[in-house]
């Protein structure tokens, strides 16, 4: 039998539905998604890391992995996806199924700079849905041994005696244009070369088949061995477990300076329930004390944020390197 749609549907007051029936509607479309978060999490929880091992971020994840697990109880198991400047393993996150079970750990010029430089087949802004930041990281400029520098000054001078002869290895695209920045401030002709993250662009200047990089402090231990040498780091200030590297700033190029973040994501469309039991984990993660201090004496600042001040940092950003880039002519090869 066909209902006649002028007439009052069964379980409905005449006019529309009730106060109650709304509730009801209400009700049953947050069941869902309370449901998912009551339960979860249930199962091992993937967390994609978009650059090669032995980098900053990989450094990050397997630190907060290991106490991640114990709050969540379930297994956190790392996929590195290295490539495309972080949007092979950012493009993975965004297309996952938004249960909570696929996370992304990721650096800010993955997601607010190479909207800019890319054809991106996935929006950050809109795709990935923000859980907290991690930790504020910057670096310093390091040199092979047998690169004849001691000083910045030093460097600049040698990248000017011999054009062209010098070269960088850049694992970010953040990276690449911070080396491009440097160029242009010193008025120098050096060779930028892009890696698959921080780690094989260290391995690169380590092993001698570049002449320099920014590095994120992974290579510290690299520097006290006398394996590279640290001119400068990339700050106002000097950091105060290297008080013998003087800044970027005390160099004469306070323009070249690196302050950067990494963050957690989970897909777009994820319960915001779910993000809420994340968020609080990693919150309390980020702040026990062996993990701060961990992460201090690898010059990295413990942060958090909430996913709502993360998503408003993450559009500032946006448009300015927008700006930057525009304004600088910048482009990736």
Known sequence: MVKNPKLPQPGYARGGPSRRDVAALALAAWLPGAARAQDYPSKPIRLIV???????????????????????????????????????????????????YTLLLTVASAMTLNPSLYKMRYDPLKDLAPISMMINATGMLVVHPSVPATTVKELVMLAKAQPGKLNAAAGTSGLHLLLEKFKAATG???????????????????GGEVSMTIDPFTAVQHVKA????????????????????????????????????????????????????????????????????????????????????????????????????????????
């Open 50 to 100: 978009p650059y090669a091992p032995g980098g900053t971020t990989d450094v990050l994840a397997r630190i907060v992995a290991e106490k991640l697990q114990v709050l969540l109880k379930q297994p956190i198991v790392i996929d590195s996806r290295p490539g495309a400047n972080g949007m092979l393993g950012g493009e993975l996150a965004a297309r996952a199924a938004p249960d909570g």
């Open 188 to 206: 120098t002709d050096i060779a930028v070369i892009p890696y698959k993250g921080t780690g094989p662009q260290l391995s690169a200047v380590l």
């Open 226 to 333: 006398g394996k590279l040498r640290a001119l400068a780091v990339m700050t106002a200030n000097r950091f105060p477990n290297l008080p013998d590297v003087p800044s970027i700033a005390e160099a004469g190029f306070p323009g070249v300076e690196l302050n950067s973040w990494l963050a957690l994501f989970a897909p777009g469309g994820t319960p915001k329930p779910i993000i809420a039991q994340v968020h609080r984990a990693v919150a309390e993660v980020m702040a026990m004390p062996d993990v701060r201090e961990r992460l201090l004496t690898m010059n990295y600042a413990s942060i958090g944020s909430t996913p709502d001040h993360l998503a408003s940092v993450m559009v500032g950003e946006t448009a300015d390197w927008a700006k930057v880039v525009k304004d600088t002519g910048f482009k990736v090869d």
